[in-house]
């Protein structure tokens, strides 16, 4: 989430610790039973585990398949089965010996996942469930934070009909000081009306649906928040990651002298349509407008820069063609999701939890490194 992609764990989840398994033997020419340690990183090609075979040797093999649970329930498994673990048993003994799962005296550690949901008793591998909220903790504050759309930036309409930024501050209460409308699955049936602020300081007031339709409507097909560049007004650089310009060139196989294509390091403001600013990285603002950024950085004199250098000019000499492939500058506004800042690090997650007066993010990324320490564990 915090590194905005996907990890793939299907090397975690298609096997189980210490599960029967077949792997095929070079030397015989078939397959044999062993039993699978894990994933055998930096070793051998994608999708490569780490099994024990009988003789206590563990080899890595990407020719491994489980094996089914009715084929050892069969006899003939059994036997062979029986006689794998006394070979490991007689030559490095057997000092963990399970103390809670005597149905299953095979498996070496033990899960939770298969055991009852309704059973408040069970622990999970990777710590504590987080406790539901005390009574006294249950207020306005408390319940204003879990709502998803408080805190959130829009585009709405200003009164001269110009779309603006704005931010969505709260609840719209009634004299008795109670959240005026009700939640509903159904946006329908969601009453719900929010207190918005304009760029001047205003407070207008608009209900859910109104305000559910907007942010679809500025959000691109995977969510993030996409804008209509309107100008470039600065650009800036991060010395610690930026190329510096004595290595901004290098030589090539014929010796030729060659610019490196890079743009770390840079970053540029830019001014939206919707009358917002902020800094997105330098890739995105070069793929939304790259002639305008080109320009800009001629006009402050950073054109020489590695992260410049090899493509602005080609840039300025394509200036006709550029202009009349370019339709309306529509790039994504950086970390912004739904309205929703997202932060990059943990450092930025504070300093949104700070500005919206609450842990939501910390509390977010505390969770999610809890829930993950049992694949470190694995892997140190």
């Known amino acids: 989430m915090i590194m ?18 077949y792997y095929f033997d070079e030397d015989s020419k078939s397959k044999k039973i062993c039993r699978w340690l894990g994933p055998a990183h930096e070793v051998g090609q994608s999708f490569c585990h780490w099994v024990l075979l009988s003789n206590r040797n563990f080899i890595a093999r990407s020719s491994v398949i489980p094996i089914p649970d009715h084929e050892l329930e069969s006899d003939e498994l059994k036997r062979r089965t029986k006689i794998f673990m006394d070979c490991i048993h007689e030559k490095i003994g057997n000092t963990k010996v399970p103390i809670y799962n005597n149905i299953y005296p095979q498996r070496v550690y033990y899960d939770a996942f298969d055991d009852p949901v309704e059973d408040d008793q069970s622990q999970l591998p990777y710590g504590e469930e987080l406790h539901e909220a ?3 903790d249950v207020n306005d504050r408390y319940l204003e934070a879990l709502d998803n759309y ?5 585009i709405m309409p200003d009164k001269d009909g110009t779309a603006v930024l704005t931010k969505v501050k709260g609840r719209k209460r009634d004299a008795a000081g109670n959240p005026v409308g009700e939640a509903n699955e159904n946006p329908i049936l969601d009453t719900r009306v929010y207190e918005l602020e304009f760029p001047d300081g205003r407070i207008e007031e608009y209900a859910v649906n109104m305000i559910a339709e907007n942010l679809f409507e500025q959000a691109d097909e995977d969510g993030w928040d996409s804008g209509i560049i309107e100008e470039f007004p600065d ?7 930026a190329v510096p310009k004595e290595q901004g060139t ?11 294509v890079t743009t ?3 970053e540029v403001q830019v001014k939206w349509r919707d009358k917002s600013t902020s800094w997105i990285s330098l890739k995105d603002a070069k793929e939304g407008d790259p002639l305008g950024l080109a320009e800009l950085a001629v006009a402050l004199k950073v054109q020489d820069e590695p992260a410049f250098k090899w493509w602005t000019n080609h840039a ?3 200036r006709a063609r550029l202009i009349s492939r370019l339709k309306s500058n529509v790039i994504r506004k950086g970390k912004t999701k739904f309205g929703i800042q997202v932060p990059g690090s943990w450092e930025e997650a504070v300093k949104i939890d700070d500005a919206n007066n ?13 829930n993950a320490k049992c694949a470190f564990k694995l892997l140190a």
């Open 264 to 266: 770390k390091g840079w």
């Open 150 to 154: 408080i805190n959130a930036e829009v």
């Open 316 to 318: 300025l000499r394509q």
């Open 235 to 241: 650009i800036r650089k991060d010395d610690s990651v």
């Open 134 to 136: 005390k009574l006294e």
């Open 250 to 260: 290098y030589f090539n196989s014929a010796g030729v002298e060659r610019n490196v």
């Open 358 to 370: 609450n842990t939501l993010w910390q509390d977010a990324i505390n969770k999610e490194m809890v």
């Open 4 to 21: 905005h992609y996907t990890p793939d764990i299907s090397e975690y989840v298609s096997f189980g610790w210490f599960q029967w398994c």
